[in-house]
Each structure stands twice: as C-alpha cells, then as structure tokens.
C-alpha cells in the first residue's frame, strides 16, 4: 500500500492562526517533538541519539506516564530538552466536553510542575475544540501543533516511508512530530537516525520550542 502523508491544511492555520505550527524564520533551524513518553522501552534510547547529535529537543509528556516512570522524566530534563503537557491520559478533545478536558489538562501540569514549568502544550491525536483552545491560551499556554508528522506510530506506514515523510517535508522552522511510545519504536528507531543524520550534513541545528 503507498502511503500519502497529510498536508496539514492551509485553512487549519488560518482558522487557528493562534496555535503554533512552525517557526518561521530563514535559518538552519528545525524543531523534533516527541509524544506520549516517558516510556521504558524507548525514551532513554532517544535521549541517546539526540546526545549524539547535540540534538535538542521537545517532549511532550502524558501525565500518566511521568507518574509511572519519574526517573526517565528525570533523565528528559537532565539532558536538557524542553517539557510540554500532553495531558493526563492522552485523552481526546472532540470527546470530552470543556471541563473535563481542562481538569485532565491541569492533573498533568500538576505533576509534571514537582520538577519544571511550562506552558507549551500539544493535544492528543491533535484534536482540540475551538473553546478548548480558547480557554488554555486564556490560561497561558502555548498550543504547539506542527508541519510535519512523521506517521511512525502507524502500522501501515513501514520504516521508509516514515522516514520519507520527514525529509520530504521538513523545512526552516519545521515542527517535526515523532513518538517515544512502544507502539511507533520500530519506525522511529530507523527514521530518527537518519534524520539527525541527513539534516546534520545539511547544515541545521535541532532545537527546543522555547516559546
């Protein structure tokens, strides 16, 4: 089966034009964003190859999972990359009324507060409602989405494709969206690489969303 990546639309960005989806700017400079960890099986392995490569980066944490795994969330900040919520159980936004949502949302920052601060925040599956959105930017965060998914977590893309997906697309000011989950490991061990190496040649740095 050939897989064909989602554009993310134009219209979404001028519907939501206060939600951050790349960063422009005409330098060398990429974002790599990682979902849904701490996770045991692969988290550590990708602080590993981004301290290969002096790769900063973003993680955007399931409250949920930093609660089981403290000492990998620990190892996150210890190699200096950047935290975002990413709620408490990776609920979605289109099935969960206001309320709810935020309380999830703020369970998260809870935790994820005992060791840092931040207000950059990324929905699960992307998906959030127009008064979802307008109550966290009224809370002070930062809605991080992107201009690139890599699709690793998806079983009918294989470890090519993955990786094509993200240097097909891939730009000054990229918003690159990996997983540290179980689930896209086999996809993001071969693509990660590849990419840190590819755009390592090129010229470009990798760094955190400090927003």
Known sequence: MTFTPIKTPLIAKKLFPNYVWDIPTTKKVVYLTFDD???PEITNWTLNILKEYQ???TFFCIGNNVEKHP???ENILNNGHVIGNHTQNHIKGWKNNTKDYLT???KAKEIISTKTNTNLFRPPYGQITPKQGKNLIELGYKIIMWD???FDW???VNKETCLNNVVSKTKEGSIIVFHDSLK???NMKYALPEVLEYFSKKGYVFKALNL
């Open 37 to 39: 960890g701490p996770t």
């Open 55 to 57: 790769a900063e980066a």
């Open 71 to 73: 000492e990998i969330f």
């Open 104 to 106: 999830d949302v703020n």
């Open 148 to 150: 690139v998914l890599s």
């Open 154 to 156: 998806d079983k009918q």
């Open 184 to 186: 896209a490991s086999n």
